[in-house]
Every structure is written in C-alpha cells, then in structure tokens.
C-alpha cells in the first residue's frame, strides 16, 4: 500500500481514539473533533495524487462533497432533534441516515434537473 491511501486510515483512527478520550473531559470538545474536516483534505490528497492534479476530477470530486455536506448537516439535525426527542442509540442513527439519505436524493436529483 502506498503512503496515500495508508494515512486516511490511519488518522481517521487517531480522531476516533481522541473522541473517545476527550469526551470523557468535554463533550463539546469531543464533538467539535469528531465533525472537524479531517476526512476531506485525505481524501481531496487521494483524489488529487492519483489524477496527477486532474484539474477536471479534482473539481468534480469537490463538488461532490459540496453536494454531500447538506445531508450531513440533515444527519446531525435529526438525530440531534432525535435525542432532544429521547430516542434511544440504534433509532437515534436510523433516524439520522433516513435523514441523510432523503437529502442526499433531494441533492442529487437537484443536480441532475440543473445539469453540470
């Protein structure tokens, strides 16, 4: 395996690790770690070096995950909504990626009816 694709792994697990650790002190804190950006500048690192800088596919890819953050933001709104709620931890996540995944078709339908 080369550096590229080792490291995304390997600092996905170091955020998770410190979530963990963290929470345990501040909740706020662990929170703001586990949503900070860490996955897009490995993956947009991923896409770029195996495109050797593809100006095309690199700006595709980007707009994909523009494409990507508004259901996320849907995810963390319902299961956020979904605890004030009292839900309890597996309806919490369904009810998140329901969330996720309806925003994510209302996206990219949105996509296609407006072209590229």
Same mark, same amino acid.
């Given at each position: 395996?080369? +550096?590229?694709?080792?490291?995304?792994?390997? $600092?996905?697990?170091? /955020?998770?690790? +410190? /979530?963990? $650790?963290?929470?345990?002190?501040?909740? #706020?804190?662990?929170?703001? #770690?586990?949503?900070?950006?860490? #996955?897009?500048?490995?993956?947009? =690192?991923? /896409?770029?070096? @195996?495109?050797?800088?593809?100006?095309?596919?690199?700006?595709?890819?980007?707009?994909?995950?523009?494409?990507? %953050?508004?259901?996320?933001?849907?995810?963390?709104?319902?299961? =956020?909504?979904?605890?004030?709620?009292?839900?309890?931890? %597996?309806? +919490?996540?369904?009810?998140?990626? @329901?969330? =996720?995944?309806?925003? +994510?078709?209302?996206?990219?339908?949105?996509?296609? /009816?407006?072209?590229?």
């Amino acid at each position: 395996m080369k +550096l590229h694709e080792v490291m995304p792994v390997a $600092i996905s697990i170091t /955020v998770i690790i +410190l /979530v963990a $650790i963290i929470q345990r002190q501040s909740k #706020t804190i662990a929170a703001v #770690t586990a949503t900070m950006p860490v #996955t897009i500048p490995l993956t947009l =690192w991923i /896409v770029y070096t @195996s495109t050797q800088g593809d100006r095309s596919a690199v700006t595709q890819f980007t707009r994909g995950m523009v494409s990507g %953050i508004i259901p996320t933001l849907a995810f963390t709104l319902a299961i =956020w909504l979904g605890a004030r709620a009292g839900l309890r931890l %597996i309806p +919490l996540i369904g009810v998140g990626y @329901s969330a =996720w995944g309806a925003t +994510l078709a209302v996206m990219l339908l949105i996509q296609k /009816v407006s072209g590229p």
